[in-house]
């Protein structure tokens, strides 16, 4: 079959698009109005860009009502934001907080979730600098710095999406769910977005090495940070010894 998204129409019940880019990473995006009120919401469009250094990226759609998004404008309002690993564990907390409320609501209570006080991210709230909150059961989160919003033309009524970026400053990572030095995706089970209704629990790997003995793509892959820096310090001083 053939269709032209929003001229032919597919002749499905369902639209295939979102199922057939899967499985998406959940973006789980806590943020902190300006006044104070904690946000929590998931963004089934969600990844991580490059690694050095560290950036993610989530988009969000505009309301029926054709305004931003609650994450988008505290993003936007603050400067800040941290990411949440969405687990199997916490998929309903995951779900509770999915539903559209007025943002003087803290999803973090109405889900039942407990908070843990960002390291770095901050918002200063009526003179006083208050922490950005994270879902203290995940076992994997990020403090990020917004870097930009990218805004993309769409059909009303949902109109325009925001494609905000952040850059990675800071990581947290439970040690329990680490074996051999390694994040066990067995121990975390992320859940990631399909189609339709749909989910994914991941719990189970298998790995598969590119050709060759690159150690350069191989850093790279990995996503070493400290690869990365190596390999430019033996660029320079190739390039000083031609000097």
């Keep these: 079959m053939f269709y032209e998204p929003g001229k032919t129409d597919h002749g499905l019940p369902h639209d295939p698009f979102k199922a057939c880019v899967i499985p998406r990473p959940i973006g789980w995006i806590s943020t902190l109005s300006p006044s104070g009120t904690a946000n929590l ?9 490059t690694f ?5 990226m989530f988009s969000a759609n505009q309301t029926p009502s054709a305004s931003q998004k609650d994450t988008v404008v505290n993003v936007e309002s ?18 509770a907080t999915s539903e559209q409320t007025p943002p003087e609501i803290d999803e973090f209570e109405k889900a039942g979730l407990e908070k843990e006080d960002a390291s770095l991210n901050s918002v200063l709230v009526r003179g006083k600098e208050t922490k950005v909150p994270m879902v203290k059961a995940s076992p994997i989160k990020f403090e990020c710095t917004h870097y930009t919003t990218l805004r ?20 947290h990572i439970d040690e329990g769910v680490l074996t051999n030095g390694k994040i066990d995706v067995s121990k975390t089970v992320p859940i990631a977005r399909c189609g ?3 989910y994914a629990a991941v719990r189970e790997v298998f ?24 390999i430019q310090k033996r660029r320079v001083e190739k390039e000083e010894k031609k000097e």
């Design 41 to 49: 919401a998931p963004y089934s469009q969600f990844n991580n860009l």
């Design 52 to 56: 050095d250094p560290p950036y993610v």
């Design 78 to 95: 603050t400067g800040v934001f941290c990411w949440n690993l969405a687990t199997y564990a916490l998929k309903d907390a995951v779900n």
């Design 152 to 171: 993309l033309p769409g059909n009303p009524p949902m109109g325009a999406v925001d494609v905000v970026i952040g850059r990675v400053i800071g990581i």
């Design 196 to 198: 339709y209704f749909e």
């Design 207 to 230: 790995e598969m090495k590119i050709p060759g003995d690159d150690p350069n793509r191989h850093a790279g892959l990995e996503g070493s940070i400290k690869g990365n820096s190596e």
